[in-house]
């Protein structure tokens, strides 16, 4: 049973648009989120996250969103770069519970220049 | 830039062999994890240490072991490989006492093919 899941294996935006990445829970338990970002051949690195107090988050251009009503957040990268071309995965955790992450299966963004 | 190595990158070895995958940080994180990646599929925890000789397993069963004998080192083994543990291995460590899962630092991955 999937509680994290990316139903957009892959997105493609053209350089300078906006990249809207989504991700839907079904554990009411989560309360905390987080987005990675990998590269092939390299390991996942830490994007930005958002805890369930929260509906919004900023970092320069990444800015995830949380409807904790509709269990959906999206990371929406404004303006994309070709350098943003990378698998990212969406993740999950529990505050009160064993504080381990559950993963997502990952979207696969490629940046069009 | 985080401070956690893995080793080998990859390794392609055949069936019956024993394998460790090594795995070091130098960050004093006490909370270390392997998760296993298959393409396109999600990162599963197969398994987590809070500390020294604390080990856990994970979400997903494992024929591997591991150990926790010191803080900065957390390797795993399988005894004897077989073609279904081919798979993307990737080592992670945390800051404990946070009260949250928060960020994980990752290793680069160890890709093992078993034939």
């Known amino acids: 049973d999937q509680q994290v899941k990316q139903n957009s294996p892959s997105l493609s935006v053209q350089e300078g648009r906006i990249s809207i990445l989504n991700c839907d829970y079904t554990n009411s338990m989560f309360d905390y989120f987080l987005w990675y970002k990998k590269y092939p051949a390299e390991g996942p690195t830490f994007l930005i996250s958002i805890s369930s107090i929260k509906d919004k988050n900023e970092d320069g251009r990444f800015t995830v969103f949380l409807n904790k009503s509709a269990k959906h957040l999206s990371l929406h990268i404004v303006p994309s770069q070709p350098g943003d071309s990378a698998v990212y995965f969406c993740a999950a955790s529990s505050t009160r519970g064993n504080e381990k992450l559950t993963f997502g299966t990952g979207t696969r963004l490629t940046i069009i220049p | 830039e985080a401070d956690i190595y893995q080793t080998p990158r990859y390794l392609v070895i055949g069936t019956g062999k024993k394998i460790t995958l090594e795995c070091s940080q130098t960050?004093?994180?006490?909370?270390m994890y392997w998760y296993q990646q298959d393409p396109g599929m999600e990162l599963h925890l197969i398994h987590y240490?809070?500390?020294?000789?604390?080990?856990e397993k994970g979400d997903l069963s494992s024929e591997s072991t591991v150990s926790r004998i010191r803080t900065e080192h957390f390797p795993l083994t399988l005894e004897s490989a077989r073609p279904s543990h081919t798979s993307q291995y990737l080592c992670?460590?945390?800051?404990?006492?946070?009260?949250?899962?928060?960020?994980?630092?990752f290793g680069e991955g160890s890709r093992l093919t078993v034939l």
């Open positions: 992670a460590s945390s800051e404990a006492g946070q009260g949250l899962a928060g960020e994980l630092f």
């Open positions: 960050m004093g994180h006490d909370k």
């Open positions: 240490s809070y500390g020294v000789n604390s080990t």
